[in-house]
């Protein structure tokens, strides 16, 4: 990594529910390219058309605006763990995910898991896995926020009933409890720099120092809730200050993401260094990211961000 240049991919962050301010900050800070896993909005959707029409905007709408600020977007596709306990609905959303996991920009089955670890929630989970086998997509699995640690090794156990490779699977919001039994099974282990519930950026450093860089990612889960999306290029920062080696920082903050995610064969780095300069002159469907603004033409992903 060239000293003070740096690129970072944010793999998990929830832009949909983010401001066009802050896709400027985080391509200002430095990400190139972020990976959006369908989720829960917050409160339950009633109906299959609610999924669709937001499996869509992945795919679409999202991918475009993003492009509109030099960002490239990636997604994961995927019945959230939460929403798999509306089985009536969820068997609708299984017949729903075939026709979107094949898209261009979907770079994984995500994410998927556990939350209250229910026989639903399983059931729903395993059905995923075998899909994510079938299209031969790499996983990425939300682990629960209660009983964490009992449901991040269930994840892995029923990863490997499933015959599914570790290398191929991103354990997400891990924390000190759980990092070691990751690593020691041949997972990635993901942390999401949510300070006051799953892992804040100084405990993030103290990750690093003690786990080493290899198989380690770090990503902002920034949603609809208080979050930040530039978690990710503030923890490097912060990770540079503490004495972190660059080659370490940037493995957790961007090379891993792209290895792991690159076994989808969908994203690769000449995505950014190669692409169109942007032009905020084009549209979507008739729809344009500005607000009667100057459209701003011609910068590039690529160009690097001093930090």
């Excluded at 529910?17 to 900050?25: E, G, M």
């Excluded at 605006?65 to 019945?79: E, V």
């Excluded at 086998?133 to 209660?146: A, C, E, G, W, Y």
């Excluded at 459209?295 to 930090?307: C, T």
């Amino acid at each position: 990594m060239t000293e003070n240049k740096k690129r970072f991919i944010d793999p998990h962050i929830h832009v949909t529910s983010r401001t066009t301010d802050d896709y400027q900050a985080m391509r200002e800070a430095g990400i190139v390219a972020i990976i959006e896993p369908a989720f829960w909005l917050g409160q339950p959707r009633t109906q299959v058309g609610a999924f669709q029409d937001y499996f869509s905007s992945l795919v679409g709408w999202e991918r475009f605006r993003a492009s509109q600020f030099g960002i490239r977007h990636y997604c994961a596709m995927g019945l959230n763990s939460k929403e798999a306990n509306n089985e009536p609905l969820a068997e609708q959303v299984m017949e729903l995910l075939p026709l979107y996991v094949g898209k261009e920009n979907v770079v994984a089955i995500g994410e998927i898991g556990y939350d209250d670890q229910t026989a639903a929630e399983d059931k729903y989970f395993r059905l995923q896995l075998e899909l994510a086998k079938t299209v031969q997509l790499p996983v990425m699995i939300h682990t629960p926020h209660r009983d964490k640690k009992k449901g991040t090794s269930r994840s892995m156990d029923v990863c490997e009933e499933h015959g599914i490779d570790p290398s191929l699977v991103v354990i997400d919001h891990n924390n000190e409890e759980t990092v070691q039994e990751v690593l020691d099974r041949g997972f990635w282990a993901a942390f999401t720099i949510y300070p006051h519930t799953k892992m804040g950026s100084e405990r993030m450093v103290e990750i690093v120092r003690s786990y080493g860089p290899e198989r380690i990612i770090v990503d902002s889960s920034a949603d609809w809730g208080v979050s930040d999306p530039l978690s990710v290029p503030k923890t490097a920062a912060l990770m540079e200050k503490q004495g972190i080696p660059d080659d370490h920082i940037q493995l957790v903050t961007y090379q891993n993401a792209l290895t792991a995610y690159g076994q989808s064969g969908k994203i690769k780095e000449a995505d950014w260094l190669e692409a169109d300069p942007v032009d905020q002159r084009e549209l979507f469907e008739g729809n344009s990211v500005l607000r009667g603004q100057s459209p701003k033409v011609g910068y590039k992903s690529s160009d690097i961000v001093e930090n």
